[in-house]
């Protein structure tokens, strides 16, 4: 079942016995947290039929005990599992027999940064339960997500704003409503947008770094590449966010850099690569930098680093440092 329609499914009272929320987007598996909790307990908070449970400490036996209890003085009781992707197997299979069989009055809810699809539990929940994925916004679907929030706040906003917007944020939804708000307070009763308004109230200091992060790999300055992580670092960017942050530069320097070769002018380009016009003029410096197959390794550094970044046990700085080490060095051959 996709967000949606598990959204809908809760504004119309339905609210199923399994229910199992997660995802790399928090900021989504959190809000619709919050909606099914409101459906459950229109009243407010319900101390009677909550119960909460860690996935990492569970017992089945607890929690079965705890779906099972009728709900007091109310309709529903909710029962949740915290970190649900960390249940000890042998816990699983103890609570295989009340998937088959849920209570229909109670709301067993996993909450889950993912799930092991071959574990027979969570086919079983599957199966019998709605499983709802909340995935990260991409770079795409980013400048519609955005100009639907604010129709629903009856805002407009301009073209070039928005792609400035769009060049200044992650697709990390918590950052994304975090500036926006900002940004709404910024501009009061007004019901526009302009560049003028994203450039006073939206930080510029990690798309000015991502920036020169291409610059400095552009020279073969390995120093000042790691430098500027090292800024990124300190504001409280995770190397992950980083690496997707140098990614996403470099695949907008690819693309000016394929369209400059075709003679694109200046406005195609923004159009095309979605960046707003006024930027195009450096892309394109520090695009000239870089061959094709300069991209075309970059990129096979990026999907290890990536891969390396989240397998168990990683040392998430150390690999980033020796991306940066190796694009460097890519320059210097």
């Known amino acids: 079942m996709n967000a949606d329609d598990f959204l809908r499914k809760l504004k119309s009272d339905q609210i199923p016995p399994l229910v199992c929320l997660y995802g790399e987007e928090t900021f989504l598996v959190r809000k619709a ?3 099914l909790r ?8 319900d101390d009677f039929n909550d119960s909460l449970f860690q996935g990492k400490e569970l017992r089945a036996e607890q929690v079965i005990d705890a779906a099972q ?24 299979e103890k609570l295989l027999a009340y998937l088959d069989n849920p209570v229909p009055e109670t709301c067993l809810l996993l909450i889950a ?45 301009s073209a070039d704003a928005l792609n400035l917007f769009c060049s200044m944020v992650s697709t990390g939804l918590n950052e994304v409503h975090s500036e926006l708000e900002k940004l709404l307070t910024f501009i009061g009763a007004a019901t526009l947008i302009d560049v003028k308004d994203v450039r006073a109230v939206v930080s510029r200091g990690r798309a000015e770094n991502v920036f020169e992060i291409g610059n400095a790999v552009g020279r073969g300055d390995i120093g000042k590449a790691l430098s500027l992580v090292s800024r990124l670092s300190a504001a409280g960017e995770a190397p992950l966010k980083i690496l997707s942050l140098v990614t ?14 075709k003679r694109a002018n200046a406005r195609d380009i923004a159009s095309q690569v979605g960046i707003p016009y006024f930027v195009v003029e450096g ?31 990683a040392n998430s700085d150390a690999l980033l440092e020796q991306l ?4 460097v060095a890519m320059k210097n051959k």
Do not use: C
């Open 33 to 35: 947290l919050e909606q």
């Open 38 to 45: 409101q459906s459950i307990f229109p009243g407010g908070k």
């Open 69 to 92: 209890t009728l709900p007091m003085f109310a309709e529903r009781r909710l029962v949740t599992v915290r970190d649900a992707h960390l249940m000890p197997v042998a816990e699983q």
């Open 113 to 157: 940064d993912k799930i092991d699809s071959r574990r027979k539990f969570f086919q079983q929940f599957k199966k019998k339960g709605q499983v709802v994925e909340f995935k990260p916004l991409t770079e795409r679907d980013l400048p519609h997500y955005l100009k639907k929030l604010l129709s629903a706040r009856s805002v407009e906003i």
């Open 248 to 261: 996403r530069h470099f695949r907008q320097l690819w693309k000016v850099r394929e369209l400059s070769a």
């Open 283 to 313: 892309l394109i410096q520090q695009a000239g930098k870089f061959s094709r197959n300069d991209f075309m390794y970059a990129y096979e550094l990026f999907l290890e680093t990536d891969l390396a970044m989240k397998s168990s046990g």
């Open 324 to 327: 940066l080490h190796a694009l």
